[in-house]
């Protein structure tokens, strides 16, 4: 045999070997796991009791399901960001095996083919990128299945805690394996899916003041994250389609099968599978309920209330033809509730008031919504209270519970557990909703008081009660039982019925921003008209701060805490300036889509009427009058009391430990002049205008705030000082808009105008008689600010507005 022969025989001869020991040394999975603890479920778990590491029986290879990972215990911090209960990423994938090893890979659900072509398929699987999360050693197989050893991903950082930490600027932090393990008592497996939890430890360095606020030890957090492992839902579930009007969110990806000429957009609503026993039947009960589970953590009276707010989407649900479709009930002692198979309403403490917030487990295939999950903040019905003990001063004697006020507030959490509840049936924000007489709870609701003819406040209108009209009809959209040959039309009806009621659909992005022009569209309102309402608003402001003081505090809470309690009273009026100032520049439109036979309604411009109410409205808020603290309070607000600390809620001056009778008008003053300036408001005034004289113009804004800021004289005190303090704030802004690359050469040409004016004030400042030298010298330092800005280019460095204090979430 030929040299080179005889090598490449011994070489293959080699690797048989190899190849056959390898595979005789690997055992057969009943074989390796002997001694282990088993839980036979949708992939079967296998724990050595010895290690404490978890096995999974992987059966399923090249076999999609959903996995989901969640964050169980979480950090306790609004501003951080990781809540108990918190849903992370939602993935389609699969195991792979190659060889020895087994592959988890995220498949890229978003860009599809539905053509039935395997081969455009493959296509476009080839063209954009999958995500291998985890590789896997094959420890032990059998002749259908294989065995890895899932504990090292089960123990990395799937929720990105350490990401998070270091974008919230808390320090560097690692995961710590030597402090971190399987949690087994949350480790279960069941027909359809197989739950997996981790306690993990993350050690770091420099931590940063968020994370030393809620840590027992701040350079080692320990938190839990859990994964879910969930059989794919069968085939029968009916994807429906979104409509911008519809009230839902929308489930998208990008079909590149599309015929030419047709949108590769496909969006779907996400929503629970439901179906009626009886599809022919008016009303009929549903195959299987949708059924939510609040935590049984939540202590009375607050239970209750959160139970009979979620059970009012019974209602609408009943509306759309269902009997009993929808039940609430408590969680069950022995459920997991991060288990997929329970939709469950959390109630969640933190250091500090946060965002309460509705999350759902979704195919992304359909938009099948297979858990829905509520967080709710523990600390926010408490800020009610505070908001109506400071308007009302209900402690006459110091001793009083007042039944009525915890009453307002547990009407708020009733109307937050459902509105969480509905963001986890699929629906979104309606921030028009408030116009419609509250017509959904899918809106930001703000208190709604009034003032008696006693002079006492009511709050028996303060929060509505039951579901909405808008929320029935958009239960009917998403959950109405229709056939395939019906359902277009009846959608159809859904939608124009919604017209005839009158009801408007307007959500985030149009609502949320500062510059927002939608004239019903506000976070934090009521009434019908904006500007009436703000005027309102402040007549309740101004009564209840002429009477604030000891009759709003409690026996035994120091005199300082008035300070906290001021806040929220004194700022009352800030989301309705947010909603009245959208008038102004302000354009009616909605998600329209064009129909056969429909004219379009278009956008109309706000008319020039209601948008001088509104800046008439705004315009008041500038005047000493409505800035002005009252003398009463300003003689009872003492500096901290021993023991006692300033916190978030505390009012940020610059008079050191004693209260700063000018923080508070400052940053009320700020607000105002930035909603009115900002510059896409501006920018609408001058095209609105220019495309229709009768339109307001962004001339006529100005004037009239320069009027009101500058031209309006305040002879001495406290009124002296607040106009003082206006002018600058708003000379500093007229400068900055008349360079910000933000607003058209048409509008710094305004305001250039005013700022030359504001530069031409006196200069002498040789009176320096008692009476005159204040007014004086502040007329020569606003000059010359202006003048510094001129030749510079900037604002001089010196002054800079004091920040707001915190409002959101109420």
């Given at each position: ?178 402090r971190s393990a399987v949690f087994l008592p949350r ?527 305040e002879k001495t005190g406290m009124a002296l000082l ?89």
């Amino acid at each position: 045999m030929p040299k080179t022969k005889f090598i490449k025989h011994a070489t293959s001869a080699l690797l048989l070997t190899m190849i056959t020991q390898a595979h005789a040394a690997i055992k057969s999975i009943d074989s390796f796991t002997e001694t282990f603890n088993h839980f036979p479920g949708f992939y079967s778990v296998y724990v050595d009791p010895q290690t404490a590491n978890v096995y999974l029986d992987v059966d399923k290879l090249d076999k999609p399901f959903l996995l989901q990972h969640s964050l169980p215990y979480g950090v306790g911090s609004n501003d951080i960001g990781l809540d108990r209960g918190q849903l992370g990423g939602t993935y389609v994938a699969q195991f792979e095996r190659i060889g020895d090893k087994v592959l988890l890979k995220a498949l890229n659900t978003y860009y599809r083919a539905s053509a039935e072509n395997a081969a455009e398929k493959q296509s476009v699987q080839e063209a954009f990128a999958s995500s291998v999360l985890q590789g896997f050693k094959v420890v032990a197989e059998d002749s259908d299945s294989v065995l890895i050893d899932y504990t090292p991903y089960l123990m990395s950082d799937v929720h990105g805690v350490s990401r998070r930490l270091a974008d919230t600027k808390q320090g560097n932090f690692s995961l710590d394996n030597a402090r971190s393990a399987v949690f087994l008592p949350r480790t279960k497996a069941f027909v359809k899916n197989t739950e997996l939890e981790a306690t993990l430890t993350f050690g770091g360095s420099n931590p940063g003041e968020y994370i030393k606020q809620v840590s027992a030890d701040p350079y080692a957090v320990t938190v839990h994250q859990h994964h879910s492992l969930i059989e794919l839902p069968d085939d029968k579930y009916q994807p429906r389609q979104f409509h911008p009007q519809s009230g839902y969110w929308s489930i998208e990806h990008k079909d590149y099968s599309a015929p030419l000429g047709q949108s590769m957009y496909v969006r779907y609503i996400p929503r629970h599978r439901l179906e009626k026993k009886d599809p022919s039947a008016a009303v009929s009960e549903a195959v299987e309920p949708i059924i939510y589970y609040l935590d049984p953590g939540v202590p009375e009276p607050v239970r209750s209330a959160l139970l009979e707010g979620a059970s009012w989407w019974n209602g609408a649900f009943e509306a759309a033809g269902y009997k009993n479709a929808f039940q609430v009930k408590m969680l069950p002692e022995s459920a997991d509730p991060m288990d997929v198979r329970y939709n469950v309403i959390q109630w969640v403490h933190r250091a500090t008031r946060g965002w309460s917030y509705g999350s759902s487990v979704i195919d992304p295939r359909t938009g099948e919504i297979l858990k829905g999950h509520v967080t709710l903040g523990s600390l926010r019905v408490r800020q009610d209270i505070l908001i109506a003990e400071s308007l009302a001063a209900p402690f006459k004697t110091g001793n009083e519970t007042n039944e009525t006020l915890q009453a307002m507030a547990l009407d708020r959490i009733r109307q937050l557990s459902a509105h969480e509840v509905g963001h986890t049936l699929g629906i979104a924000h309606n921030f028009s909703a408030s116009v419609k007489d509250r017509a959904s709870v899918m809106d930001y609701p703000h208190p709604l008081l009034s003032i008696s003819d006693k002079g006492e406040l009511d709050v028996t209108q303060g929060y509505d009660k039951g579901i909405g009209i808008w929320d029935k009809q958009v239960i009917k959209y998403g959950y109405g039982d229709f056939t395939q040959s019906t359902q277009n039309n009846a959608l159809k009806a859904v939608l124009a019925e919604n017209k005839t009621l009158g009801l408007e659909f307007i959500s985030d992005d149009d609502a949320r921003a500062q510059g927002g022009s939608h004239p019903t569209a506000h976070l934090w309102d009521n009434g019908n008209d904006p500007a009436d309402e703000l005027n309102r608003v402040l007549e309740i402001r101004q009564k209840a701060l002429s009477r604030f003081g000891i009759e709003n505090l409690k026996n035994g809470e120091a005199l300082s805490q008035l300070e906290e309690r001021l806040v929220p009273l004194y700022l009352f009026h800030r989301y309705q300036v947010e909603a009245a100032v959208k008038l102004i520049g302000g354009e009616d439109y909605s998600y329209e889509v064009r129909e056969e036979g429909q004219t379009p309604h278009g956008i109309q411009v706000v008319a020039r009427e209601r948008q001088l109410a509104a800046l008439k409205a705004i315009l008041k808020t500038l005047t000493p009058k409505e800035l002005m603290i009252p003398e009463s309070v300003l003689a009872l607000v003492p500096p901290k009391a021993y023991g006692e600390y300033k916190t978030r809620e505390s009012v940020v001056g610059r008079t050191g430990l004693s209260f700063d009778a000018m923080a508070l008008p400052e940053v009320a003053a700020a607000q105002s002049l930035t909603l009115l300036l900002n510059p896409e408001r501006v920018n609408r005034l001058i095209q609105q205008k220019a495309r229709d004289s009768k339109n307001l113009g962004l001339d006529t804004v100005l004037f009239r705030t320069y009027q009101q800021v500058f031209e309006t004289e305040e002879k001495t005190g406290m009124a002296l000082l607040l106009s003082q303090r206006t002018q600058i704030l708003a000379a500093k802004q007229f400068a900055e808009m008349s360079v910000s690359d933000k607003v058209s050469p048409e509008a710094q040409a305004m305001f250039k105008r005013f700022v030359h004016k504001l530069a031409e004030l006196p200069q002498d400042a040789s009176l320096f008689d008692s009476n005159k030298i204040g007014k004086a010298t502040f007329k020569v330092y606003l000059a010359e600010q202006i003048r510094w800005f001129q030749e510079h280019g900037k604002w001089a460095d010196g002054f800079k507005a004091l920040p707001l204090p915190p409002g959101s979430p109420i």
